[in-house]
């Protein structure tokens, strides 16, 4: 599972950030997901070459009827693949996403000129929340160098559970999760995969 958090918003405009002047890379664009019922995992090519295999979150649109999510997989240092998935019980044929924003951003603690800190990194966890499956629990990340509460993302990047029998993305995904970030402060945030209201599948490894 990767997460990020920053203190200050940004836009298409970081794009136009120097890596000489920087030392660092990142980029933010949009993307067309394919819809499930085409059965195509979506390649997107970065803008340009990275160093590493940098982080990438990406924000589901309101296209379709159903409850979706994105999955994130294989990114490398010039790309990633990205399809759409769907719960048990939502298995429609979930439209073409369009529009749909996304960050790339190299691992590491960043500071822009004006002090504003960003941040990415990893969290390998099995830890689930539940309203329906015993054993939930927490995933705690410690944080440093923050005076106030900043913004937290986190993406699931693996399909470590994902049952591989099932023709993801034509068919639902299971375990079904999200990820779910909890009481964020200046010292740090709780993480966990969020099963929502589905019981199918185990979870067997991390994310």
Request: without cysteine.
């Amino acid at each position: 599972m990767r997460f990020k958090h920053f203190l200050s918003l940004f836009s298409l405009t970081l794009l136009l950030l120097s890596e000489v002047a920087y030392g660092w890379k990142m980029e933010a664009d949009k993307m067309v997901v394919s819809s499930t019922n085409t059965g195509t995992i979506t390649h997107i090519n970065f803008r340009q070459t990275y160093n590493s295999a940098p982080l990438v979150f990406a924000l589901t649109t309101d296209a379709g009827d159903d409850s979706s999510a994105l999955r994130i997989i294989n990114v490398t240092t010039t790309g990633f693949d990205v399809y759409s998935v769907e719960p048990d019980g939502h298995d429609g044929a979930q439209s073409q996403m369009s529009a749909v924003p996304y960050i790339a951003i190299e691992a590491g603690s960043h500071e822009f000129p004006d002090g504003s800190k960003i941040v990415a990194g990893t969290v390998s966890t099995q830890q689930f929340q539940s309203r329906l499956l015993a054993g939930a629990g927490w995933q705690g990340v410690s944080l440093s160098g923050f005076t106030s509460s900043p913004v937290v993302l986190g993406q699931i990047q693996t399909r470590n559970n994902e049952r591989t029998d099932l023709a993801v993305p034509n068919a639902v995904s299971q375990p079904w999760m999200t990820a779910e970030i909890s009481g964020v402060s200046s010292s740090g945030f709780y993480i966990a995969l969020d099963r929502a209201e589905t019981t199918t599948g185990t979870l067997t490894a991390n994310e």
